[in-house]
């Protein structure tokens, strides 16, 4: 009798594992504890950050100021290995990738921007200035953009539920307030 109980006992927990995960399922984690709101901040980040970069992009070739250079290449550094962590969120999460952005990548369905994008017209003015009349632009712009996603991500602190997105989003708001407080002193200059 005590070794039937023992094989039915091992049988069940056999297949409670199983059913728990394996080498096709993501982490529990991955599955579990996250929210709409975690959704919401990385698909929205990720354009977000996508603009940073097209806009990063734009100073070595167009800058005379090697603090915005410096700058730019920072954020670059900065933004591009958040934009894949995040991207592995949402694949770990079953969530489709970020969507909202119309062709240029600016703006969201519904006559709606993101908070702190820039208009198309406002990259192309941005794409056709040079020199210090760029690094003003820039400036400017950049520190909107910023500003946009430090708004964002205090609202993922407010309403999210994954730990390394809450993470992610304080890390946001230290690196990007540490930023505009630098750009606001390079335009004074």
């Known amino acids: 009798m005590r070794k039937i109980f023992f094989?039915?006992?091992?049988?069940?927990?056999?297949?409670?594992?199983?059913?728990?995960?394996?080498?096709?399922?993501?982490?529990?984690?991955?599955?579990?504890g996250?929210?709409?709101?975690?959704?919401?901040?990385?698909?929205?980040?990720?354009?977000?950050?996508q603009q940073a970069l097209e806009m990063a992009k734009m100073?070595?070739?167009?800058?005379?100021n090697p603090k915005v250079v410096d700058l730019a290449g920072r954020i670059d550094r900065a933004?591009?290995?958040?934009?894949r962590?995040?991207?592995?969120?949402?694949?770990?999460?079953?969530?489709?990738?970020?969507?909202?952005?119309?062709p240029g990548g600016h703006e969201?369905?519904?006559?709606?921007?993101?908070?702190?994008?820039?208009?198309?017209?406002?990259?192309?003015?941005?794409?056709?200035?040079?020199g210090p009349a760029f690094d003003r632009s820039w400036l400017d712009m950049m520190v909107k953009h910023h500003q946009g996603a430090v708004e964002m991500a205090k609202t993922e602190l407010?309403?999210?539920?994954?730990a390394g997105?809450?993470?992610?989003a304080q890390r946001i708001i230290d690196a990007q307030q540490a930023e505009i407080a630098e750009m606001q002193g390079l335009v004074k200059s």
């Open 34 to 49: 996250h929210n709409a709101a975690d959704v919401t901040f990385a698909q929205q980040m990720i354009s977000h950050h």
């Open 7 to 32: 094989t039915g006992a091992v049988l069940a927990a056999s297949l409670l594992l199983g059913a728990c995960g394996g080498p096709e399922s993501p982490a529990p984690s991955a599955q579990a």
């Open 59 to 64: 100073v070595p070739s167009r800058s005379s």
């Open 158 to 162: 407010a309403q999210g539920a994954d």
């Open 165 to 168: 997105a809450k993470a992610l």
């Open 79 to 83: 933004q591009d290995p958040e934009i």
């Open 85 to 102: 962590q995040m991207q592995g969120w949402l694949t770990a999460w079953g969530a489709a990738p970020a969507s909202h952005s119309m």
């Open 108 to 130: 969201m369905s519904g006559d709606h921007t993101m908070t702190g994008m820039m208009s198309d017209a406002d990259m192309k003015s941005l794409d056709a200035a040079k």
